[in-house]
């Protein structure tokens, strides 16, 4: 079982709505926790990082994390048709005395005109 | 300019071939990783360095070889490069132990 489950979509949307992605992680010894927008045939881009619970907001992006039920969230408002891309969220894992990241699979975004 | 920078973007090789990819961080990151991104699987941790000279493995390690003389540049082996092996690359770095990383442009790797 993967340390970060998320799905996978797509998840297609009109222009202007209200996208709402979502992670469940199992196990996070930092709970520092972020999200990457990636286009096609390009890097990961960071977009929010976030090691609290409750909301984390910039611009028309919101990160939450509820750590009682192990669930993070993406919302992204007014979605225009360049959010188009695949969201990856990640968890900062530890071994020993190093930091690594452990990312869930993408959920695609589709956002149509 | 600065950043972190893969090379080469496209590479096409032979099954049994070695091939280098490379990776160069401005920043002086002290962090830096080596993933490989397929379908189905998502991004998977192949090696990461905590510093010049400390290297680890992580999920996937098994055919690759890194190494880091120096701060900035983390390159990645294949020693004997298989179809299984074809797939897109990515190289990151991070400041610290407990913060976010930054992506290179990544290197499709086809294996033929």
């Known amino acids: 079982q993967k340390e970060v489950e998320q799905d996978p979509g797509p998840l297609s949307v009109p222009e202007g709505a209200i996208v709402s992605l979502n992670c469940t992680y199992s196990n996070s010894a930092f709970q520092y926790f972020m999200w990457y927008r990636q286009y096609s045939r390009k890097g990961p881009e960071l977009l929010m990082y976030?090691?609290?619970?409750g909301n984390k907001e910039d611009g028309r992006f919101t990160a939450q994390v509820d750590k009682s039920s192990k669930y993070i969230s993406l919302f992204i408002r007014d979605s225009q048709p360049s959010d188009s891309a695949t969201y990856l969220c990640?968890?900062?894992?530890?071994?020993?005395?190093?930091?690594?990241?452990?990312f869930g699979a993408g959920t695609q975004v589709v956002v149509t005109p | 300019d600065a950043g972190i920078t893969q090379s080469p973007r496209y590479k096409i090789t032979e099954t049994g071939r070695q091939v280098t990819l490379m990776c160069h961080q401005t920043w002086s990151h002290s962090y830096m990783f080596w993933y490989r991104q397929d379908l189905g699987h998502g991004l998977r941790l192949i090696y990461y360095s905590a510093a010049a000279d400390i290297t680890d493995k992580g999920e996937v390690p098994d055919g690759y070889v890194v190494s880091r003389s120096k701060t900035e540049n983390f390159p990645l082996t294949l020693e004997s490069a298989t179809r299984s092996q074809t797939s897109v690359y990515f190289c990151a770095s991070s400041r610290g132990r407990i913060t976010e990383a930054f992506f290179g442009q990544g290197t499709r790797l086809t294996v033929v």
């Open positions: 990640a968890d900062l894992m530890t071994t020993d005395s190093w930091g690594k990241f452990q």
């Open positions: 976030t090691y609290s619970s």
